[in-house]
């Protein structure tokens, strides 16, 4: 397993960020930035307008309810058209920002197309070394889109994701490590993301029981040999809870928090529930 | 050495011509009378080092006993001035006499100030026992402290994250799950929810995908009626969930901050209970921790902490008491004594009274380009620090700062200090700032001034008398007497022993007592400027250390005079060397009329000098007028005037009872040309006119002081010593003749602390120094001719100086009236003609 993002002087690969409304999480668009900056990568802000949004607006008798519930009215194609145009302004001024004071270089680009296969054909475009980053805060229901963009979308590396609760994105970086295998390729983007802070980095070896776990550790502190500034700690998992293990993340305050995708901290069935409402840092999906 | 003068001067009298030569004229003081000494060996010990030091002041017991009166009576009006010259001693016989009795009274409380948890701008003063000011300032710091160590760990502990996962719970359940059930619902109905940028919408969906309305529109009527029909139900499900959001995220936040309160108000409970246990008897300060606590528990917030400390590299802990976040739980102590200081009532000096200083100010600092401000920013002024106390301030520097006096008054007549920006009393301006509960006031205020400025106060400030009624006034000036000289050697050893310096011997304090006289400017009392003393004791102490002795002598003090008078000596010597070179005219021999010596004092700085000027007079036929040109040229202060007015009176009285005084004359200080004030100049002014109008010459050899009643008696004067050495100066300066001297009032004998120069050249015979008590007898001295006393048929004898003014003033009078008789005659022989 490899997590890597081009580097600027490659041709192909940048970090995708997946821009869906005017209001992104902020700290979903630090870590898209942080991580453009860790691997001297790009960012492309790619807002997709929803192309069955428009196919929805020119239904006559379909009305907008808005988030309060308060306001009901018709829609339109060029309404909704105006409306998304104005979000997109608005999203890319926000990685604008953010993009310019981290000097990171930045592509803007909107794309109407349903969202998944938008992904797919901007990370074919600039592929394959891509990081995909979504600026809108995952919620318990994002497991079923990323099984699926991890399946549809080949050009992709990673994908980072920030929850409601998230709020820095500066800190220890925390590495979850359910598989050994994935070590090194985790730890080599966890060595990349801390190097921007001087941040320590933390190995949290998940395992069902204790033989397993003094199994991985031995295998761990063999993979960093004599490297210096990681610790390892072993997650108590006597209940073996997603939960658990998403409570267990929180206490540690990383800045950010690396995985992988089908285990007990993502798991494959798309429960992102425990997660997204205690994690405070972003987190790096690799594949 | 008298007899050698009067031989030469005393021929036998004689008529010559029209004046009477006189014989037995008044004869001049011996010099014993012109200075007062001590005999060293009368004060019966040989160093100052077998002296006790006097502890508080000689001579002033009716001081002493005001400031006693002002110390024990309670009220708050009777407050104390303290007048007296500058450097007498007064502050410290102030605090020798008050620091016993504020050692034994009732320490004062402490006070301090804390956040008004209701009125934020209104800081509130809390008083408290005596030295525990500083235990609740440190037990606040304290539990802040500890607070920010459990609270974290309370919020981060098991228990609460399983009960706030549950409200959480109850919350997404309640919503979340009304949602995914709306979705579910949509769903199996071919509906599908989607999110636009401003809300959703829903649209049919086939196979996962939103329907395009062209083929939608292909579908038969009833199966779009049933879609739209489906669409508005779930649109109208979904509003009602979204509607309901808000009452439950309120619900859930309610329950939150229930579940928060909780679990800080142990924490709170627990780190408080033992501050506010310690200060159960103290009700308002129990009061003030619990309220205190309860605010802590309403913003615990404060204690968690931020993602910014999370996030912090180094994590470095900041002192409580300087982190802004709990500025407020944070106690200003305006009055904190040291529990273990002696107790006693304060006695306190403000040195610079302004009115930040006196009553206490509200800082600010600078935040983003704006001034702010709290109740930590509220400092303590002098009448804080006095207060249940002493508070001494100087009167005229009170007077000087802005604002101050008007603000202690207020604050004595209201016992209370209440701080506010000098601004706002005076109603400028209007713009919120703190507003510090007021804090009741017990002090005694003792102002040290000036008798001058005492008696403004008392004419011009009406709140005045009614806040000051002690009066303590200091005397200048002690009497002389064997007990006071060796109480002035008593107070000399204590100057020796506060300076550390070396001991005085008999001569040398005998010397000084008789400075002392000399500064008093009377031999029969003693100064007490106790600072002027101890600057001529200190130099006396270096010049004795420059000639390398041990004990200051009696020629280190004259040193020290000496050098004291050289180093400010330029302006005397000016003013003698244009005398002596002859640019102002000043004879001292040979005889003139209408011309005389008069003297004047000049006064500049600590160094006093006399000045001999020359005073002329010019008579003729008038009517009836003596003109000062002094005053004429508005030179003249009103004194001189007022003195000048008498000589008409005292002629007109004495030579003009029957007939007009058909007189003008003029009066001038020769060379004179600044001001000219006081009446010291109007005993030789009237000799002058005199002189003018007997046409008998004045000894030029003699100088005059003096001022005359109408009655023509001489009478005393200031500065006389300075005076008749001003004189002597010029005159040795030529050449003493032995028929030098200087008239003075009779009464002024007892003020003579002369030079011994000029002691030494009286006693030789060289120099001469008249009492006179009448102008009578004056004129016989100035002009060796007889006064005169009216016979029994009411005329002055003949060839006498009375007599021949008479005669000129009846022959002025004959000529004016034959004179205006003959004017009258061509006016009438004029008028018949035409």
Known sequence: MIAHVAASDEDRGRVVLHLQSGLPNPVALDAAVRIARAFGSGVEALFIEDEQLIDCAAYGFLRELSFSGRRRGAVSPAGIAHDLRLAAQGAHRQVELLASAADVPLQVRVMRDEPLRALAIACAESGPWNVVAFAEPFDDRAGGLLKQMLQEIAGTTGVVMAGPKARRAVGPIVVAVEDVQQLSGMLMVAQRLAALDSAEIVLLLIAPDEERLAWMEGEARLALEDREGVQIRCADLARGEAAAVAETLRRMHGGFVICQFGGLVVPEDGKLAALASVLECPLFLVR | ?834
């Open chain 2, 1 to 834: 050495m008298f007899f050698k003068r009067s031989q030469q001067d005393g021929p036998a009298p004689v008529v010559d011509g029209e004046v009477t030569t006189v014989a037995a004229r008044p004869q001049p003081l011996d010099a014993s009378e012109l200075r007062r000494v001590v005999a060293p060996s009368t004060l019966g010990f040989k160093t100052t080092d077998e002296l006790q030091p006097i502890t508080g002041l000689i001579g002033q017991d009716r001081a002493l006993k005001a400031i006693q009166f002002g110390a024990n009576i309670k009220s708050h009006d009777f407050n104390m001035f303290v007048l007296g010259p500058p450097a007498s001693g007064k502050t410290t016989a102030v605090r020798s006499h008050l620091g016993p009795r504020a050692a034994q009274s009732p320490a004062p409380s402490d006070w301090v100030y804390v956040y008004n948890f209701e009125t934020p701008n209104q800081p509130k003063a809390l008083r408290l026992p005596h030295g525990r000011a500083r235990a609740l300032a440190k037990g606040m710091v304290a539990a802040i402290d500890e607070l920010r160590n459990v609270l974290p760990a309370v919020f981060e502990s098991e228990e609460y994250r399983t009960r706030r996962r549950a409200i959480d719970e109850q919350f997404r359940s309640t919503n979340d799950e009304a949602f995914q059930a709306l979705s579910a619902k949509a769903q199996s109905q071919n509906i599908a929810i989607l999110r636009t940028p401003n809300g959703f919408t829903m649209a049919p969906m086939h196979e996962g995908k939103v329907v395009k309305p062209e083929v939608f529109n292909a579908l038969p009527e009833a199966m779009r009626r049933d879609v739209e029909m489906k669409i508005d139900a779930l649109q109208k499900e979904m509003q009602t969930i979204l509607e309901r959001l808000p009452k439950s995220d309120k619900k859930r936040r309610s329950d939150l901050s229930e579940l928060n309160e909780e679990v800080a108000k142990r924490a709170v409970g627990d780190a408080l209970d033992d501050l506010e246990a310690s200060f159960r008897d103290v009700p308002d300060a129990a009061a003030y921790v619990l309220a205190a606590g309860y605010d802590m528990v309403r913003n615990v917030g404060l204690f968690l902490p931020t993602g910014e400390e999370e996030n912090a590299i180094v994590k470095q802990s900041v002192d409580s008491a300087h982190d802004p976040r709990f500025r407020r739980y944070m106690v200003n102590p305006m009055v904190s004594a040291d529990a273990s200081a002696p107790a006693g009532a304060p006695i306190v000096e403000e040195i610079n009274p302004t009115y930040g200083n006196l009553i206490g100010r509200v800082e600010h600092f600078a935040q983003m380009g704006t001034l702010v401000t709290d109740f930590l920013l509220v400092k303590p002024g002098a009448l804080h620090k006095a207060n249940g106390g002493y508070l001494l301030l100087d009167a005229r520097r009170l007077l000087l700062s802005p604002f101050a006096w008007e603000a202690l008054k207020r604050a004595i007549k209201a016992r209370e200090v209440r701080i506010e920006q000098p601004i706002e009393t005076a109603g400028f301006i209007s713009t919120q700032t703190l507003d510090p509960e007021p804090i009741p006031l017990d002090v005694k205020v003792v102002l040290f001034g000036d008798r001058e400025l005492y008696y403004l106060l008392a004419a011009h400030d009406p709140d005045f008398t009614r806040l000051f009624k002690v009066q303590a006034d200091f005397d200048d000036t002690i009497a002389r007497s064997t007990e006071n000289d060796l109480g002035y050697a008593r107070l000399i050893a204590s100057i020796v022993k506060e300076h550390s310096l070396k001991p005085v011997d008999a001569a040398g304090v005998a010397r000084l007592i008789d400075e002392g006289a000399r500064l008093a400017d009377d031999r029969e009392k003693l100064s007490i400027e106790i600072g002027r003393l101890a600057d001529l004791v200190r130099e006396a102490d270096y010049w004795s250390s420059e000639a390398n002795r041990k004990v200051t002598g009696k020629q280190d003090v004259e040193r020290a005079i000496e050098e004291q008078i050289r180093r400010s000596d330029r302006l005397r010597e000016k003013a003698q060397e244009v005398v002596n070179r002859g640019l102002v005219l000043v004879d001292t021999e040979g005889s003139s009329v209408g011309q005389i010596n008069g003297l004047s004092v000049m006064q500049l700085g600590s160094l006093a000098f006399g000045r001999p000027s020359r005073i002329t007079a010019r008579v003729r036929l008038g009517s009836g007028r003596v003109t000062d040109i002094e005053r004429e040229a508005k030179l003249g202060g009103p004194l001189h005037s007022k003195g000048v007015m008498i000589l008409w009176g005292f002629l007109a009285g004495r030579y003009a009872l029957d007939v007009p005084l058909a007189l003008a004359a003029t009066l001038v200080f020769e060379q004179s040309y600044g001001g000219v004030d006081g009446d010291s100049a109007s005993s030789a002014e009237l000799y002058a006119l005199l002189s003018a109008l007997s046409g008998v010459p004045i000894k030029q050899s003699l100088a005059v002081t003096g001022s005359v009643n109408q009655l023509g008696e001489v009478q005393a004067i200031g500065g006389v010593n300075e005076k008749i050495e001003g004189f002597f100066d010029i005159c040795r300066a030529r050449g003493l003749t032995e028929k030098q001297g200087v008239l003075i009032p009779k009464s002024n004998v007892q003020h003579l602390m002369l030079r011994q120069d000029v002691v030494d050249a009286v006693r030789n015979g060289q120099f001469a120094v008249y009492p006179v008590s009448t102008i009578d007898e004056g004129i016989e001295i100035l002009t060796g001719v007889k006064a005169g006393e009216r016979n029994s048929d009411g005329r002055f004898p003949a060839g006498t100086i009375n007599r021949l003014v008479e005669d000129k003033l009846r022959s002025f009078a004959e000529r004016g009236r034959s004179f205006a008789r003959s004017a009258n005659g061509v006016a009438a022989a004029g008028k018949e003609n035409s």
